[in-house]
């Protein structure tokens, strides 16, 4: 117990968690390919697809935080860190990149142009995100990689579309 120079995936033979979130970006990257081609309304589609590469920063910036070690810009690019997997081809090996790159990818999910494309307005419904989520995922992975001036912007962003912190201990009741 609490052994650090134990490699943890050699104490589990499963790990649900960890497959749940990579299930749940493979969903993400199923959106994202099929969207393009998708029927409907055209003007919909570049906010799906945002919504859909935040999402997927966010479940990546889970993983990473939970199966690799910290971020440090100084030791960065020399430690593993997880596979970011941005496509639909499940019958590749995925590769593990170092944390630099993993969290490269993931700003990049979550990126200005990205953002843009969500409502710029907050959202009346817990089930569902825009602007105010993306920024927020971004100010956080910035956090955590202690640039805090950049992720003071986007979290100032985020509380500039909603300010509004839900009370959600009711939900337990």
């Known amino acids: 117990f609490c052994d650090e120079t134990i490699d943890r995936a050699d104490l589990a033979t499963d790990d649900g968690l960890y497959r749940d979130l ?14 393009p081609d998708a029927t409907g309304d055209e003007s919909q589609k570049p906010r799906i697809i945002a919504e859909a590469r ?12 939970l199966y690799a070690r910290q971020y440090d810009d100084a030791t960065a690019s020399t430690l593993g860190g997880i596979a970011y997997v941005d496509d639909t081809d499940v019958s590749v090996q ?5 944390l630099d790159q993993v969290y490269a990818k993931a700003l ?4 200005d142009d990205v953002l843009a494309c969500l409502k710029q307005t907050a959202v009346d419904n817990s089930s569902r995100f ?3 989520f993306g920024y927020g995922v971004r100010a956080r992975i910035l956090f955590q990689m202690k640039h805090y001036d950049e992720a ?4 100032n962003l985020a509380l500039g579309v909603n300010g509004t912190i839900e009370d959600r201990s009711e939900i337990a009741n």
């Open 22 to 35: 990579y299930e749940y970006i493979n969903y993400m990257n199923v959106v994202i390919s099929k969207m």
């Open 54 to 65: 935040v999402m997927r920063a966010y479940l990546h910036f889970l993983a990473v935080n």
């Open 94 to 98: 995925k590769t593990k990149l170092p």
């Open 108 to 111: 990049e999910d979550c990126s």
């Open 130 to 132: 825009e602007a105010d």
């Open 152 to 155: 003071l912007k986007y979290a």
